[in-house]
């Protein structure tokens, strides 16, 4: 069974997460670092899911406000990630020499930014004990629900980006929701 890694982005530069290029990947944040404890990026498995939430912030969406939801498709060590010809030339490939042992990466996203979602634009069932409140994460997210979560998203966004990072001075990203939608109601744009 999946697990929904929940955690709340405090500064949103686009670094980590890093949305762009068709990847949204997660390396240099959320890690142990040599701490011994593990985090996201040690504990999620390929079909895990990670949801950022907006925090207090100037650098972040704000309370209540989704930044952006993850599959985990891959979790390469980190060596692996740094060597990837997909990821050469981005921010996050880079060795900062921090303690990295992983990486998360997810072609099967949805990364909102300064465009980021509401709670309250999602069914009451799904937003109930959705988010993380202050620091670590949380993964107590029942299987149940984060199957009906995923297909939700499906059902009403497309895959990729729908805005710029909370913190980017440009602005060059628009909404995208699905076209059609399988449920009766088209959910309330949850936009800055």
């Known amino acids: 069974m999946a697990t929904l890694f929940s ?3 405090d500064h949103d530069l686009g670094f980590a997460p890093n949305p762009y290029s068709g990847y949204c990947t997660l390396v240099h944040c959320k ?4 701490s011994g404890r593990r985090n996201i990026v040690e504990s999620a498995k390929v079909g895990d899911w990670v949801l950022g939430a907006g ?23 980190f060596n692996a ?3 990837d010809a997909r990821f050469q030339g981005r ?23 300064r465009n980021a979602v509401d709670i309250s634009v ?8 959705l988010f993380k409140k202050g620091a670590g994460f949380r993964r107590d997210y029942p299987p149940d629900r984060l199957e009906r979560l995923a ?9 990729g980006m729908h805005g710029d990072p909370c913190g980017s001075a440009i602005i060059s990203t628009k909404l995208r929701p699905r076209t059609t939608c399988g449920c009766s109601q088209r959910p309330q744009l949850g936009i800055r």
């Open 7 to 9: 955690y709340v982005v």
């Open 122 to 129: 999602l069914p009451p069932d799904l937003a109930n004990g």
């Open 31 to 34: 890690f142990s670092g040599g």
């Open 55 to 77: 925090g207090q912030n100037k650098q972040s969406a704000g309370n209540g406000k989704l930044i952006y939801l993850m599959r985990v498709d891959e979790t390469p060590p």
């Open 151 to 159: 297909k939700w998203f499906d059902r009403n966004y497309q895959i």
């Open 91 to 113: 921010e996050d490939c880079k060795d900062f020499e921090h303690g990295n042992e992983f990486a998360l990466i997810s072609r099967h996203f949805f990364y909102f930014g």
């Open 81 to 83: 990630f740094l060597a």
